[in-house]
């Protein structure tokens, strides 16, 4: 399974990505291979807040409706539109064309030590 050095993780199976002056979010592999095919793809506004730790939207597949938690804290800056039309993009991409939202940090930079690097990520799916 591909777990990229370069991002960060959350427990709750999201990755992080920094891209020049902001994080890019989706959920992991490992994620969307437990959910199977996902058919739905609930996200927020462009403009909303969203907190680390807490539910931001949901992904519905063939199996369950599951929320989505942020990894950090920020302004929500631009959501994956291709999703509302091709929600299998979670499944076929997920580290690329599934990519969930695009996140500006406005605030506490303490939040790094909630996030897993890809070798603690590895650890807590063997675990």
Same mark, same amino acid.
């Given at each position: ?6 991002? !960060? ?19 992991? &592999? ?20 969203? !907190? ?17 938690? &942020? ?8 959501i994956n539109e291709q999703l ?17 939202? !695009? ?8 939040e790094d030590g909630n996030l897993?690097?890809?070798a603690d990520y590895k650890k807590?799916?063997?675990?």
């Open positions: 399974m591909t777990i990229p050095e370069e991002f !960060k993780y959350t427990k709750e199976h999201e990755w992080l990505c920094s891209e020049q002056d902001h994080f890019v979010v989706g959920i992991t &592999a490992h994620a969307q291979e437990q959910l199977g095919d996902v058919v739905f793809v609930e996200l927020p506004e462009v403009g909303s807040r969203v !907190k680390q730790g807490e539910s931001f939207g949901s992904v519905e597949s063939v199996k369950a409706v599951n929320d989505l938690y &942020a990894p950090v804290s920020g302004e929500v800056i631009e509302a039309d091709n929600a299998a993009l979670v499944n076929e991409d997920p580290y690329g064309k599934g990519w969930l939202i !695009k996140v500006k940090r406005t605030d506490d930079h303490n897993l690097s890809a807590l799916l063997d675990g």
